[in-house]
């Protein structure tokens, strides 16, 4: 065929901007607004199918216990699981399907939990979604990895993380201003306008030459659901370890922000949306940041600092007072953004394509474990007596441990996926 290129033909590299890489951030956008819609009406969703009083505890405040919220959270997060066979599907069949089918069923089911009956109804239909939007969000990033070069590898990467964060902010904020108005229910059904456009998005996205060649090749037999071989094992023990580290601080970070901001904290409506744009706004600075930081001082120091970092913001935000939440929140996002591109483009560029897309499934499994026992344990520790700063300090401070891990893989910046497996490639 025309469109695959012979195995020894220089690859069609484009640039971070370029049409392709475009399109699958506007996926990783489509992504956001589905996935972090369970968050930004949490605390809806808690006033909806829970009871209020004017008690003390967590169940008084929100309209159902830490338990059931961290235990509901946890469920649609372990649902996310079910991404590493899907993602593992991209290695055979290709990134640009896989990417347009996970997104458009995952947006469909997410449009169907608006009409959800009862809390556990919305947790149940809510998690079948989450694993096709988790695999969106982790496929687009090894595919603009895959359509760039060294140059604009991290730009790329960037790129992506700053469509899932615009998508996950427009979700938030429209919630926070007109959450009485729509309701958990409304914000779930926005979800139908990126449905809509997928088919104008997907004219853009073309598939990398990395993996045409890849799979044109007789001798690269493709993995399937997840199979890595044993040579890469070891590198991905440690990018799978360093994803669970970082969730274990943004699992319960983001998903109770809503919650403890609204529900505990009692702040408006505008002033939360006030936050959510100022994180965004730092955000979008983090990204850059992090980007000219992976590409100037490396990966590795640059993923390890900000992972320290993310844990020590997400403490300060639930320290107690309205000031450590907003800037806790606020400097959490921007650290959680530095990191995305340095972890992003290393993960991307320690491995071979015939695998890229089964380790990045991997690094999702290993994410969900990591937020789900984060979610549990801050849970049951804030249920204690309303002790939210109790619940941060255990179970975010194990978490910079993960940030030394860094250290065990080769720095792979300046360099191609090629030259750290010129015999896979």
């Not at 993602?87 to 169907?112: I, Q």
């Not at 994803?243 to 601080?249: D, M, P, S, W």
């Not at 996002?333 to 995305?340: E, P």
């Not at 290393?346 to 290993?366: I, K, Y």
Request: hydrophobic share 55%.
């Amino acid at each position: 065929m025309a469109d695959r290129p012979r195995p020894d033909r220089a690859l069609r590299l484009h640039g971070w901007l370029a049409p392709t890489v475009v399109g699958t951030s506007l996926l990783a956008l489509a992504a956001g607004i589905g996935q972090f819609g369970a968050v930004a009406a949490l605390g809806d969703v808690a006033k909806s199918f829970g009871h209020l009083s004017h008690g003390a505890t967590i169940a008084d405040q929100a309209g159902l216990s830490g338990s059931e919220l961290g235990i509901g959270l946890a469920i649609v997060r372990l649902a996310s699981l079910a991404s590493l066979p899907m993602a593992g599907l991209a290695d055979r069949y290709g990134r640009r399907a896989v990417l347009l089918v996970s997104c458009g069923l995952g947006l469909a089911l997410t449009v169907a939990a608006a009409a959800s009956p009862g809390y556990w109804w919305f947790v149940a239909i809510f998690a079948r979604g989450r694993p096709l939007l988790s695999t969106t969000a982790s496929i687009a990033q090894v595919d603009a990895a895959e359509q760039t070069g060294s140059d604009d590898r991290a730009k790329a990467v960037a790129l992506i993380a700053a469509g899932y964060g615009v998508g996950s902010g427009l979700t938030a904020i429209i919630h926070s201003l007109a959450g009485t108005a729509l309701g958990f229910r409304g914000v779930f059904l926005l979800a139908v306008i990126p449905l809509a456009l997928l088919p104008f998005i997907g004219r853009w996205i073309n598939e990398p030459d990395r993996f045409v060649r890849e799979a044109a090749a007789q001798d690269h037999p493709l993995p399937v659901l997840g199979a890595v071989a044993r040579s890469y094992r070891r590198q991905l023990l440690i990018v799978s370890s360093i994803a669970f580290g970082i969730a274990v601080v943004t699992g319960p970070a983001n998903s109770f922000f809503f919650v403890y901001a609204q529900n505990v904290l009692r702040l408006s409506g505008v002033t939360v949306a006030a936050m959510v744009g100022a994180a965004g706004a730092l955000g979008l600075v983090g990204l850059i940041l992090g980007q000219r930081l992976a590409d100037s001082i490396g990966r590795r120091p640059t993923g390890a600092l900000a992972l320290a970092a993310v844990a020590g913001f997400g403490i300060m935000a639930y320290s107690g007072s309205r000031v450590g939440l907003f800037v806790g929140y606020v400097l959490g996002v921007a650290a959680a953004s530095v990191f995305a591109p340095a972890a992003g483009t290393l993960a991307n560029e320690l491995f071979p394509t015939s695998v890229r897309a089964s380790v990045a499934g991997w690094q999702v499994a290993a994410g969900v474990l990591g937020a789900v026992g984060g979610l549990l344990a801050f849970g049951a520790i804030a249920d204690v007596g309303n002790r939210f700063a109790t619940a941060a300090l255990v179970t975010f401070v194990p978490a910079i441990v993960f940030a030394g891990l860094f250290w065990l893989v080769p720095e792979t910046k300046g360099r191609e996926p090629e030259d750290m497996w010129p015999a896979a490639e």
